[in-house]
Nanobody
Framework: QVQLVESGGGLVQAGGSLRLSCVASRSISLNAMAWYRQAPGQQRVLVARIDSGSTTTYADSVKGRFTISRDNTKNTVYLQMNSLKTEDTAVYYC????????WGQGTQVTVSS
C-alpha cells in the first residue's frame, strides 16, 4: 500500500502561481510520478509526468507554464504552476503506479478571472 497526499491547492487570480506538493508514504526514487487534473464534467487528464531519471513530459496546454520536479529524499513530487489561466481550474491528482494505480485524494485549484 502507498499513500499519496497532495497539498498546495487554492484560489488564485489569473496570471498567478501555485505550487502543488505530493508526498508518498514510501520511497519513490525508482518510480515515475505524474500529475493529472479533472475539471467539472470532464475526464481526468495527464498534466505532467516525471520518470525516475527526472525526464519530464507535459500536456501541450501547460507547456512553458508548469514544471514538474521531484525530491527523492523527501518522497515528494512538485508541480509549479505559473501564468495560471481560468481553464486550469480543476482538481489536481498525484499518481503513482507500483503494480497497481495509486491516486492521491486530490487538491482543488481554482483560477479566477
Amino acid at each position: 500500500q502507498v499513500q499519496l497526499v497532495e497539498s498546495g491547492g487554492g484560489l488564485v487570480q489569473a496570471g498567478g502561481s501555485l505550487r502543488l506538493s505530493c508526498v508518498a508514504s514510501r520511497s519513490i526514487s525508482l518510480n515515475a510520478m505524474a500529475w493529472y487534473r479533472q475539471a467539472p464534467g470532464q475526464q481526468r487528464v495527464l498534466v505532467a509526468r516525471i520518470d525516475s531519471g527526472s525526464t519530464t513530459t507535459y500536456a501541450d496546454s501547460v507547456k512553458g507554464r508548469f514544471t514538474i520536479s521531484r525530491d527523492n529524499t523527501k518522497n515528494t513530487v512538485y508541480l509549479q504552476m505559473n501564468s495560471l489561466k481560468t481553464e486550469d481550474t480543476a482538481v489536481y491528482y498525484c499518481y503513482l503506479y507500483i503494480w497497481r494505480d495509486y491516486w492521491g485524494q486530490g487538491t482543488q485549484v481554482t483560477v479566477s478571472s
